[in-house]
């Protein structure tokens, strides 16, 4: 599997809401497995959608992967921290995998890209995939500066829900209302969805 980077480098994977994020990410890390490369797959213990120990897409194809709270979890499972902890792979500490690929990169915080960089630098392939946007089609956590210091980017579209164009934003329903800019990220007891939608039909209340 030649990757066109001499060595280490990242490729940020982003898109909506059902645009084939974890789709993406699951076909580059399972062709790297089919390469004999060692890969280890991470995403952020809060999205329990469907599998604590997996990425799943919403059309139900999986890959392992470590649940973390936050990229020092990422760091420590690596060993990068200096912990002598054998990884998951067998791989003694401080080796470090081929291709690490994150999940969910959006509900990392912004020390997820120096780990990132210092993967890259180290020689690692690391594939992030996460959204771009928020419900309120605002930047996402750590991924501007993600995006700016990838070496590949893919954005990716879903289908708009309400005309089928292509989708470039998430639109946060609340009771099939639209949410409003300012409405809490975590509305407990809500009757909350999400749906894929176009510039034109995605809307933020006031
Ligand atoms: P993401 O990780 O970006 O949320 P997934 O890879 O989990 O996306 O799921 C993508 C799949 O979701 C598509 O291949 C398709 O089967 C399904 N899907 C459901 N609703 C839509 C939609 N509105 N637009 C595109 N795909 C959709």
């Given at each position: 599997?030649?990757?066109?980077?001499?060595?280490?480098h990242l490729e940020v994977i982003v898109g909506p809401m059902f645009s084939g994020k974890?789709?993406?990410l699951i076909r580059r890390?399972?062709?790297a497995v089919i390469a004999r490369q060692r890969v280890r797959v991470f995403k952020p213990l809060l999205d329990?959608?469907?599998?604590?120990?997996?990425?799943?897409?919403?059309?139900?194809?999986?890959?392992d992967a470590v649940a973390v709270r936050d990229a020092a979890g990422i760091r420590s499972n690596l060993a990068l921290d200096g912990g002598s902890e054998t990884t998951l792979l067998g791989l003694p500490g401080?080796?470090?995998?081929?291709?690490?690929?994150?999940?969910?990169?959006?509900?990392?915080?912004?020390?997820?890209?120096?780990l990132a960089l210092e993967l890259a630098d180290q020689g690692v392939r690391v594939i992030l995939a996460g959204l771009d946007l928020?419900?309120?089609?605002?930047?996402?956590?750590p991924m501007p500066e993600l995006l700016a210091?990838?070496?590949?980017?893919?954005?990716?579209?879903?289908?708009?829900?309400?005309?089928?164009?292509?989708?470039?934003?998430?639109q946060r329903l609340i009771g099939d209302q639209p949410a409003r800019f300012d409405d809490p990220v975590v509305l407990v007891g809500a009757q909350e969805s999400y749906e894929a939608r176009c510039r034109v039909h995605h809307e933020v209340a006031n």
């Open positions: 599997l030649k990757s066109p980077y001499h060595g280490g974890s789709e993406e890390v399972t062709r329990d959608r469907y599998h604590l120990s997996a990425v799943a897409s919403h059309a139900g194809r999986t890959i401080g080796v470090l995998p081929d291709v690490v690929g994150i999940d969910e990169v959006q509900f990392f915080g912004t020390d997820l890209v120096p928020d419900f309120r089609a605002e930047p996402f956590g210091r990838a070496e590949s980017v893919e954005k990716l579209t879903a289908i708009c829900t309400v005309c089928g164009a292509p989708a470039t934003r998430s």
